[in-house]
Structures are given as structure tokens and as C-alpha cells.
């Protein structure tokens, strides 16, 4: 039995892949993965078939192999900041370069803390590659989707359950500019549909803009915290505009392997703000409006 790298810190791991469990998004690395028979592979001592393949296609690692089967050793890659991808090394493989085919595909962004690319099994035979390029797909677009969607129906319903943006734009502290947008938006969905809330008919980021200025959500945060954030610290933290945009429009999310590191955060903090915004609604409505 090949096992799994050492685990992520529990507080890293809950905040976004226990949350996909819990949304019932359930794809895994066999559904991103380069299947065995498509790795592009050079032949054992090869090393300028593998360079070419790099300085064409700037790939994260090339694997080696005499038959397309079996890959017991791989030419690794760096890609520095200012420079051209390259080989450094040409290495045997060992028990932690591989991780199963049937590894949930949130469980797996974050193995990838640490390296650029794995080789999958199943029943103990080398199934395909899988590299943090794979982490720009469909599918786990999806299920960054389903989270981000999450924020967003927790923070409308929070804003509502303690009486702000029910029926009009009462304890929404927001600039009158938007509001009158948002008024005549909601009074012709009303007319068509009803039945909506006023604040369904915010923006995703004036959503945030109203939470982020709601004081009872901010006390229970801080207290949660155990610190007081600045208005910069919580956007910083918890501002998911720009991260929503990029995925809605189907942007390339990590194009290179330096933006996948620094957006792991983003992406435990999606987790960790829905686990806040969870355990807020389950106290009573405070009925209070925001103040400044």
C-alpha cells in the first residue's frame, strides 16, 4: 500500500476539502489526471529528448521509461522567477512521488504545498501524472464555484436573518449611489417575480462590502478570532471578488506554479469564512443594523 505524503495541519485541510465533502462535490484526481497511455515519457538516459520537451512545453517533470508502463525515474524541472523552466535533476522514483487515482481532488490541492507533480496508482501500478496544472480544470473550477457560491448565500442570509435588506434597503450600509441602483433592480424583479429580498439583489462584492460593515457579524468574528481585524486585514482575508471573477469567466487560475502557492490561502480561507458564517447563524438574530 503506497501512502499519502505527510498530512496537511488540520485547521489547513478542514477549511476547504471537508467543506467539498460536505457540498457533495465529489471529483477526484483520476477525473483531472493525464492517463497512462497520453504521459509524454523519454527513453532511460535521454536527457535531450527531455530537454527539448521541456524548453517546448515547459512541463513540470518528464518522466522516464523503457515501455510506457512502468516510470522508475523522472527528469525534474525548476521554473525561477525570472527565467526559463529547465531540468535540474535526474532522479529514481520513490514511495512519496506517488499518491492513488481515487484521492478526492480537494484532498489533493494540498499536496501540492511543496511540488509541482505526482504519479497516480491504482492497485499498486502506475495509472497516470497528475501536476498543479490540473488544478485550472473544469472540474476543480467547480468546486471552487460551489464554495464561493456558499460565501455568498450564507453572507445574503445572514444580512437578512438579523432584518437587513428584507424589503427595502433598511441596515444596509452602503453608499446611496448603490443603493439606488439596487432599488430599481429589486422593484422590477418584484413586479415580475416577487418574492426576492432586497439583498438578493446586490453584486457579490457590495454582498461583502455590507458584511464586512454589519457589527454584530464583525463582534462575533472578533470574539471567534480572538483579535480584532482591521477593515484592510478582513479584506484581505475574506474578500473573494477578484478569485470569484477569475473562476465564473474560466481564467486560467494558476498559470504558473508561484500563483498556485500563493492562492492555497485563498482557498483555505473560503473554508474557514464559511465555517465562521455557519456557526454565526446558528445563534439567534440579533436584529440590529449595522453601524460605520
Known amino acids: 500500500m503506497i501512502p499519502h505524503p505527510p498530512p496537511t495541519p488540520i485547521h489547513e485541510f478542514h477549511s476547504f476539502a471537508t467543506l467539498m465533502r460536505k457540498l457533495g462535490e465529489t471529483f477526484v484526481v483520476s477525473d483531472v489526471m493525464v492517463h497512462r497511455g497520453q504521459i509524454e515519457y523519454v527513453a532511460p538516459g535521454d536527457g535531450n529528448a527531455a530537454n527539448q520537451i521541456v524548453a517546448e512545453k515547459r512541463y513540470s517533470v518528464v518522466p522516464i521509461s ?38 478526492p481532488l480537494a484532498e489533493a490541492f494540498y499536496l501540492f504545498d511543496t511540488r509541482e507533480w505526482y504519479l497516480t496508482l491504482r492497485g499498486n501500478r502506475v495509472s497516470g501524472l ?57 422593484e422590477s424583479v418584484r413586479q415580475k417575480m416577487g418574492g426576492n429580498r432586497f439583498v438578493d439583489e446586490l453584486d457579490f462584492h457590495h454582498v461583502n462590502e455590507a458584511l464586512r460593515k454589519h457589527s454584530p457579524w464583525r463582534d462575533f468574528l472578533h470574539q471567534r478570532l480572538g483579535r480584532a481585524l482591521s477593515n484592510v486585514e478582513y479584506e484581505t482575508l475574506y474578500n473573494f471578488t477578484g478569485f470569484r471573477d477569475a473562476v465564473m469567466h474560466g481564467r486560467v487560475l494558476f498559470p504558473i506554479y508561484l500563483d498556485f502557492k500563493q492562492r492555497r490561502s485563498t482557498i483555505s480561507q473560503i473554508g474557514e469564512l464559511i465555517d465562521h458564517l455557519d456557526a454565526y447563524s446558528a445563534l439567534p438574530a440579533s436584529g440590529l443594523p449595522p453601524t460605520a
Open 130 to 186: 497528475i501536476t498543479y496544472w490540473a488544478f485550472n480544470s473544469r472540474e476543480f473550477r467547480v468546486q471552487l464555484y460551489a464554495g464561493l457560491s456558499r460565501v455568498e448565500e450564507l453572507s445574503r442570509n445572514l444580512l437578512a436573518r438579523d432584518g437587513c435588506g428584507i424589503s427595502s434597503d433598511k441596515g444596509l450600509n452602503l453608499s446611496s449611489e448603490v443603493l439606488q441602483k439596487v432599488r430599481k433592480r429589486f
Open 66 to 103: 523503457a515501455d510506457g508502463q512502468n516510470f522508475e525515474a523522472v527528469f525534474c524541472t525548476e521554473h525561477p522567477a525570472n527565467g526559463e523552466r529547465t531540468i535540474t535533476i535526474m532522479r529514481e522514483t520513490s514511495v512519496s512521488d506517488h499518491i492513488p487515482d481515487s484521492t
